[in-house]
């Protein structure tokens, strides 16, 4: 097992008010199996125990899938692994005395909140304004009355996918979030349940999404190479043909 | 001994449910606006039930600790939900998957809250896909279905390895669609420190704001804790690294009776650990069971290459000891073995404590892609973490622990010892007995959130007359003052052993005593060690930064302060239940074969524990376990 030897320029920022700055840490003898995080984890404990602030970091599940992760790590949202979150990134893609900089995904509507720590509610608010069907506990049919063909169902889950971390909004040159919200659209556009509330569902969100600062897409394609689930730039194609269908319908 | 009554219905057990629901007071719709309930967590349970609450009109303040309610711990589950659909036609029914579930957790569990559990499953899956939750379909458009351990049915639906995320998005849209009714306040990053109990009865909560530092009062006409379970007191789980039994303890310190805390759930295919820096394990899918297959060497200290172990000189130790049900025997029994085929020195990989998962015989019969569409995100996942790719070697992987059976006692409406309080998901201790089938635990999350606590806690609401109280109550001060005192006495110690360093020791040390195997030496050891690591805990801890900002250590202090002291009733009510069942398996207790040898003469009950103070001895309280419709027999899956 080899151990590598680290030079990291980590964003430091006291809380949301204050300036930010780079500050370098060496990280010694980091086992090349272990994390990302796990490496963070180390640096941590070392400035623990010198009574510094550790680097402040959200994280949770670190297999991935629960989208409380990530940082701008050397200039790309979650580091240089395809679909690949930050917790899921080992540190044997790294090579000895590599130079790592890590900073906090940037963006207007989802500001720093402290180090790498971003305030994402944004997002929540944005599937408040419908992303959902209106079914009321109870009301449902039995599951089966109602059949979804395979590929559909696949399609919907691809969308679904989504685990909201915000890297498509960090990776865009525009700040758009616009693969985010047309995940989601996409997810309820392609099953049978989504059809009554589909172009009511559409307007909301995109005008949630106007509202909460999010920039337009320019077709770069940046939030589709950042984002660890594979989501596609077609979703923002069918949100872009339902918006322009609901503009024309009302 | 005090004998706790959980106020099961009258009535035969498959009318106990409805039976229960038309008896049962209602509140009038133009009345339950005036009523406000706290839920703290936003997982499947937290979620469905604060988002139902809502619907039928209460005014619903929904909490958690997470930066969004998306990231409750639930998404993380994988491999699938159970419902007695009978879907496959291959003899299902809710009387199956009520036996199933009693016998999966070694007859230590209540037949009531089982039998309903079993009764409600159908719907859970109605309402999911209403929702627009993508479950494996089949080309004919229908609902696809697999297997879980423990049964011999399929009736496990399932959306690729990622079954708890797209459940909980549907449970989080839910809720989010009644923030946007207006129904629900969200209140995100803030942890639950303290339970308000005013007159006997639960009226608020105190969290801590996460970002500013500031603890805040909430008050309620109830308080609902769907907080997760403590699997986390192991330091290495499958656990999110935020899983803690924090809001769960420190209502058990306000009077709520905690049940069981000795039956954890070790789940027998993880990942293995790797190395000193470790922060977690990481879970590959019991599903995974149903096509990969489970072997060690013949013989021992063999440290081939799996790949380069003949066929013959294999042993399917599962398949071999428990032909009925293969690879596919519950978890404890599974995770049992491996330890065992491992402890006799037939593991592989670095450390000898591994054993092979293999999919070479599925991929040969069913080709690779059929495998990838049913767990592609798992092999990627074990692929990531490991380097090693699954499609061409064997996994390894070795137990690790994944749940909690035991959390706060709770009687059939699922209220806790403290009237007011009611507990949901894994943090009750109800239906899982002493092992907790898989697929079960999404189940019981959304069966408690959706359906049960919307029929029983109208009724508790319906049936109390609730004087006004608001957070100006001498109780909320005093609660706030406690909240920050303990705050600044952790800030204060600056000592020189970080959290983590205590977290991790207390963690060994009870995955060394307290684990997959326990016996009265052990524990006994573990109960004079802990009190000492706890005190030098309060003597030597550092935490740095300061209490009015986001200070993620102080976060981790708290919860580790924690763990320390319901650790040692972990082990307390592991010494004192002198039988092995489920995943408490006492090594002096087993049958001539090695099994798990119950003693239902004297432990047929439900151990729920009475807090008496930190290093004061709690108290026993007793739930009488009896089978009417079920026979006690010893478990067999030979
Ligand atoms: C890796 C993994 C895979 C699994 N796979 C399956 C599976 O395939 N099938 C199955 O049936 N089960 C599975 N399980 C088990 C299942 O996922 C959990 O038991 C279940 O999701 C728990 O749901 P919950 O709603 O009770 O709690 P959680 O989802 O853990 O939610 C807890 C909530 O409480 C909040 N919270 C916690 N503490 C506090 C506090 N102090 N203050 C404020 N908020 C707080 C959190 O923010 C969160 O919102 C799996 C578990 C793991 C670990
Ligand atoms: S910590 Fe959950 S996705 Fe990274």
Request: glycine share 8%; with cysteine; charged share 25%.
């Amino acid at each position: 097992m080899s151990k590598l030897d680290l030079t990291l320029k980590v964003w430091r920022q006291k809380d949301a008010n204050s300036p930010g700055k780079f500050e370098i840490y060496l990280a010694r003898g980091i086992d090349e199996d272990a994390s990302f995080l796990e490496m963070l984890d180390v640096i941590n404990e070392e400035l623990t125990q010198k009574g510094q602030d550790p680097i402040a970091f959200d994280h949770d599940c670190r297999e991935g899938i629960c989208g409380t992760c990530g940082a701008v790590v050397n200039g790309r949202a979650h580091g240089p692994l395809k679909t690949t979150t930050l917790c899921q990134l080992h540190m044997r893609h790294f090579k000895n005395n590599d130079t790592i900089v890590i900073e906090p995904f940037r963006s207007r509507a989802i500001p720093v909140v402290r180090d790498l720590v971003i305030d994402r509610s944004a997002f929540d608010r944005v599937i408040a304004a419908g992303g959902y069907i209106s079914v009321r506990t109870g009301s449902a049919p039995e599951a089966n009355s109602m059949l979804v063909p395979k590929q559909d169902s696949e399609k919907g889950f691809d969308s679904a996918q989504c685990i909201g971390c915000a890297a498509c909004v960090a990776a865009c040159p525009n700040a758009s979030a616009m693969l985010f919200v047309s995940a989601k659209i996409s997810h309820l556009a392609v099953l049978p349940q989504g059809q009554p509330e589909r172009l009511k569902r559409v307007v909301k969100m995109v005008h949630a999404m106007d509202k909460e600062g999010f920039g337009n897409c320019s077709n770069e394609y940046e939030c589709e190479a950042a984002c660890p689930k594979g989501i596609k730039v077609a979703n923002i194609n069918l949100m872009n043909r339902d918006f322009f269908k609901a503009n024309l319908t009302t | 001994m005090p004998v706790l009554d959980a106020k099961i219905p009258e009535g035969p057990l498959e009318e106990k449910w409805s039976n229960y629901k038309f008896k049962s007071k209602l509140v009038n719709p133009t009345n339950r606006r005036k009523h406000t309930i706290i839920v703290v967590g936003t997982g499947l349970a937290g979620s469905a039930a604060a988002a139902t609450l809502a619907e039928q009109g209460y005014q619903v303040k929904a909490f958690t600790m997470h930066d969004s309610p998306r990231r409750a711990h639930s998404i993380a589950a994988q491999g699938g939900i159970n419902a007695a659909k009978n879907y496959c036609n291959d003899g299902d029914s809710v009387r199956r998957l009520f036996y199933d579930t009693i016998k999966g957790g070694d007859f230590r569990s209540r037949e009531a809250n089982v039998h309903r559990l079993a009764e409600i499953s159908a719907n859970i899956i109605d309402q999911c896909v209403a929702q627009g939750v993508p479950f494996a379909r089949e080309y004919s458009g229908y609902l696809e279905n697999r297997s879980f351990g423990g049964t011999q049915v399929s009736r496990t639906f399932y959306a690729k390895g990622q079954t708890g995320q797209q459940l909980l998005l549907g449970a989080y849209s839910a809720l989010m669609k009644e923030v946007d009714n207006g129904n629900v306040t969200l209140y995100t990053r803030r942890e639950m420190v303290d339970l308000v109990v005013i007159d006997g009865i639960a009226r608020g909560i105190i969290v801590r704001n996460e970002i500013t530092g500031k603890i805040e009062s909430y008050a309620a006409d109830a308080v609902l804790l769907a907080t997760g379970g403590y699997t986390n007191v192991f330091f290495l789980s499958t656990n999110a690294m935020g899983c803690n039994v924090t809001a769960a303890w420190r209502a058990h310190k306000k009077g709520a009776l905690f049940a069981n805390p000795c039956y954890t759930q070790i789940h027998p295919t993880c990942i293995p650990v790797h190395g000193e820096y470790q922060s977690k394990l990481t879970l590959m899918s019991e599903s995974l069971r149903n096509d990969g297959r489970v072997w060690v060497p013949k013989v021992k200290e063999d440290r081939r290459p799996p790949h380069l172990i003949p066929e013959a000189e294999r042993d399917y130790f599962l398949e071999r000891k428990y032909p009925s049900f293969g690879n596919l025997v519950p978890r404890d029994l599974a995770s049992r073995n491996v330890k065992e085929q491992c402890d006799q020195g037939k593991g592989l990989g670095s450390t000898g404590f591994a054993v092979c998962l293999d999919f070479s015989e599925s991929i040969k019969r069913l080709g690779a892609d059929v495998i990838r569409s049913r767990y592609e995100n798992l092999f990627e996942m074990y692929e990531k973490i490991t380097g090693s790719d699954p499609y061409k070697e064997p996994m390894l992987i070795y137990p690790a622990p994944h749940y909690a059976m035991g959390g706060l006692w709770v009687d059939y409406d699922l209220m806790s010892t403290v009237p007011g309080l009611f507990v949901l998901g894994e943090a009750n201790f109800s239906d899982h007995g002493a092992n907790r089938l898989g697929a079960s635990a999404l189940m019981q999350g959304l069966a408690d959130g959706y359906f049960v606590i919307p029929s029983t806690l109208p009724n508790y609401i319906a049936g109390s007359s609730l004087s006004q109280v608001t957070t100006d109550h001498p109780a909320f001060k005093q609660a706030e003052e406690d909240a920050s005192k303990k705050i600044k006495q952790l800030l204060g110690i600056k000592g020189k052993k970080t959290v983590d360093a205590f977290h991790r020791e207390l963690g060994l040390l009870l995955w060394d005593k307290c684990g997959m195997a326990r016996n009265e030496e052990g524990l006994t050891e573990a109960l004079k060690k802990i009190p000492e690591i706890r005190q030098e805990f309060w003597e030597n801890v550092t935490v740095s930064g300061s209490e009015g900002e986001l200070n993620q250590t102080l976060e981790r202090a708290g919860r580790v302060a924690d763990f320390l002291e319901f650790g040692e009733l972990m082990v307390q009510d592991a010494l004192h239940r002198r039988e092995s069942c489920g995943g408490h398996f006492r090594e002096e207790c087993q049958t001539p074969d090695g099994e798990a040898a119950r003693n239902d003469d004297q432990f047929c009950y439900v151990g729920a524990w009475g807090f008496n103070g930190v290093d004061a001895a709690p108290t026993l309280h007793k739930e009488p376990l009896t089978f009417e419709s079920v026979p006690l027999t010893q478990r067999s899956y030979r």
